[in-house]
């Protein structure tokens, strides 16, 4: 048994490719994070950056498919959730902006703003409901577990992020954070997972 869960490790080790678009996913978030604490960037433009950065989830998730194909691993479920977080993804970056652009300029009235604010969120729940659907439709067991670590491993990261945060926050220490944030620091753990785990197939 352990003989067979070795080869399949093997068979799941991130190509070259794989790990340079992670690596890039996890540079340019954290960096972008490392240039608005120092200063070096404020204000929208660096949100701008921010969520830009979370483009590269599109190149990140067609070397997978590559990878995968190359050694010859299968998942439709798998296909399917790269197509749903891809669209996802991109539907969330657009949305936000226009939603920030709009609020900005018009400076509309309460319920223009809760419609914004739900519109803008919209895309996180197809994100997640993708996650969910990946969890249903997998048939093959070992790579849904292996997913389903990463997701351990993500939802670790941001539950230690947010509460050392929050008490940095609390003792004044560092400035406040939107809410919203949470999704994108939890998809930024999802990254940091993928390197450690040396997992290809999700």
């Known amino acids: 048994m ?3 869960l070795a080869m399949t490790d093997d068979v799941l080790k991130p190509s070259p490719s794989n790990r340079r678009w992670v690596a890039a996913f996890l540079a340019a978030t954290f960096g972008t994070g490392a240039l608005k604490v120092a200063g070096v960037i404020d204000g929208p433009f660096s949100w701008v950056l921010f969520l ?12 997978t498919r590559r990878s995968m194909a190359e050694k010859g691993i299968k998942s439709a479920a798998m296909d399917r959730y790269s197509r749903r977080f891809m669209v996802a993804s991109l539907a969330y970056v657009a949305l936000f902006f ?3 652009w709009i609020a ?8 223009v703003r809760v419609m914004l604010a739900f519109t803008a969120a919209l895309p996180v729940i197809f994100m997640i409901r993708a996650m969910a659907l990946l969890l249903r439709e997998e048939d093959d067991e070992y790579l849904r577990s292996r997913f389903v670590e990463q997701s351990l491993i993500a939802t670790g990261v941001l539950l230690t992020v947010a509460t050392l ?3 940095l926050n609390a003792f004044d220490v560092a400035p406040r954070v939107d809410a919203w944030a949470a999704f994108p620091v939890w998809a930024v753990g999802l990254g940091i997972a993928r390197l450690v785990q040396g997992e290809s197939a999700c």
């Open 2 to 4: 352990k003989r067979v």
């Open 52 to 63: 830009a950065s979370f483009l590269l989830i599109i190149p990140m998730a067609r070397a």
């Open 98 to 100: 226009a939603a920030m």
């Open 104 to 111: 900005r300029t018009y400076a509309p009235g309460m319920a």
């Open 165 to 167: 945060y929050g008490f």
